[in-house]
């Protein structure tokens, strides 16, 4: 029985050696991949932000560019909204008397 607890006592002991070990190399086994996970997110994210801010350029310059085009057309409306009721006007103006 002694040598029994003379063994069990070598493997426990043994068994506590590796332990910081096999902790460590597990560890450092995942790191890289904790590590390049990371990376690729942080690579997603200024990727998504460069999208965003291309994207917002983009509406910035397209505003621009449509910008005259709705003035236009608004003046266009104004124009005949105010030419309809000028008619309108005359007309009431010539029934009256």
Not at 34 to 45: F, I, N, P, W, Y
Request: hydrophobic fraction near 50%; glycine fraction near 0%; proline fraction near 4%.
């Amino acid at each position: 029985m002694q040598h029994s607890h003379a063994a069990d006592r070598a493997a426990a002991a043994a068994t506590a050696a590796t332990a910081p070990a096999t902790a460590a190399a597990a560890a450092a086994a995942t790191a890289p991949a904790t590590a390049a996970t990371e990376l690729a997110a942080a690579a997603a994210a200024a990727a998504a932000n460069a999208t965003d801010m291309h994207l917002q350029r983009s509406l910035r310059v397209l505003h621009l560019l449509l910008l005259p085009v709705a003035v236009q057309q608004y003046e266009y409306q104004f124009r005949c909204l105010y030419t309809r009721r000028l008619q309108q006007q005359q007309q009431q103006q010539q029934q009256e008397p």
